[in-house]
């Protein structure tokens, strides 16, 4: 095999290592929500307490990376990796151990384990990836990550039919151990090979001051974080709730919203290419609102909603961090930047799970929990709107 043969090979290995890794990185957070019903009956807690299930690693988004930077440091990217990968298959099967206690263990490691998946994957592309396929190689890598949702959302329901909820849930490390395998021969090749780009051993981090740009983008992002966790956790069960669908069909149908979202990333840089970034911002917001308002106004039409609104929870993701990236300025700065974003808006939407489900039990319906929904669409329309604006006049031309 010839030098260029072996290049193409790792760089293909790399490709499946990453899709594989991008799809635990989300599935084991939506895996409990086709199956809620179930488990806060066996568990014997209220929705607002469930509700921990989804917030706690979300915490962990927002308060733990920094522990990623430095377990690479230490023992290498790939090594971090595998660490990452396996703190999530060992949480996925605690966390289907009979006990609520344990499942909450469980989440605050799938939580640490995630976080060093978010952080480092994005390292690996650019140090292992020339600059022309970078792109590609990020889209791999969000598409698998909508792609691990839906496919959870399907499966889960009908596994939990014949096996059992907790054997559904837990059946997820599966996945996970034959990602552990590729990284592993993914690792061999790398030590074995120079990167193709070099990588400083230190993360410069001085002093950063958010302004007001930070701060709306922070908003914008917490918005949509807020908006994309609190309908992923409840949209089964307000679909099982209000149209009397049985829990695979209800977890079918939410499926939907994650499908949507792998369109949503795709569409947005092609429509950067042709409108403003706050045009593009603006579409996104609007087509978030929707999703709330159909499931309030004309609930039998939520597949059109669910289209929606799933097109714009992918699309807005990737529209919040392309202002990042161009008026982040060098790579402190906008390293800064986005870990400034990143915890405002993680920690902000940790709350939007137990939030949404503490007032549908206070009001014993699903309207005032949609209007909670609502309400964060709406700040993401206008505080994302705002962000973008300003983001054009600074970025350079």
Do not use: K
């Amino acid at each position: 095999m010839t030098t260029v043969e072996r290049g193409r090979l790792r760089i293909a290995l790399l490709l499946v290592g990453i899709a594989l890794l991008a799809f635990q990185l989300r599935s084991p957070l939506v895996a409990l929500a086709p199956v809620a019903t179930e488990a806060q009956r066996d568990w014997g807690v209220t929705p607002a307490a469930f509700g921990l299930l989804t917030t706690v690693p979300l915490l962990c988004f927002g308060l733990a990376t920094p522990l990623a930077p430095w377990l690479a440091r230490r023992i290498g990217l790939e090594s971090a990796i595998e660490v990452c990968i396996g703190g999530i298959v060992v949480a996925t099967v605690l966390r289907s151990i009979d006990g609520f206690g344990v499942a909450i263990a469980s989440v605050v490691l799938l939580g640490l384990a995630i976080t060093i998946g978010n952080v480092l994957v994005p390292t690996v592309i650019r140090r292992d990836i020339a600059p022309r396929g970078r792109g590609a190689a990020t889209s791999v890598y969000s598409v698998a990550i909508n792609v691990g949702t839906v496919i959870t959302s399907l499966v889960t329901v009908p596994l939990a039919g014949v096996l059992g909820w907790r054997v559904a849930v837990a059946a997820w490390s599966i996945a996970g151990v034959l990602t552990a395998a590729v990284w592993l021969v993914v690792l061999r090749r790398t030590r074995g090979a120079a990167p193709l780009t070099p990588v400083p051993t230190t993360i410069a981090t001085g002093r950063f001051r958010p302004d007001g740009l930070a701060v709306l983008i922070a908003v914008a992002f917490a918005s949509q974080s807020s908006s994309y966790y609190g309908i992923t956790t409840w949209l089964p069960t307000l679909l099982a709730d209000e149209r009397g669908y049985s829990a695979a069909v209800a977890g079918t149908a939410s499926s939907v919203f994650q499908l949507a979202g792998i369109g949503g990333a795709i569409v947005v840089p092609l429509l950067r290419l042709r409108f403003r970034p706050r045009t593009v911002i603006g579409l996104i917001g609007l087509l978030w609102v929707s999703l709330p308002v159909v499931l309030l106004v004309a609930p039998e039409h939520f597949v059109l909603g669910s289209v929606l609104g799933g097109i714009a929870q992918g699309g807005g993701f990737t529209a919040i961090f392309t202002i990042i990236a161009e008026v982040g300025g060098d790579a402190r700065r906008t390293t800064a930047l986005s870990a400034f974003v990143q915890t405002c808006g993680y920690l902000v939407a940790a709350a939007a799970p137990p939030a949404v489900g503490a007032v549908h039990q206070s009001a014993g319906n699903w309207i005032a929990p949609m209007l909670v929904v609502l309400g964060s669409t709406l700040c993401f329309l206008v505080f994302g709107v705002l962000a973008a604006t300003i983001a054009a006049r600074r970025a350079p031309a």
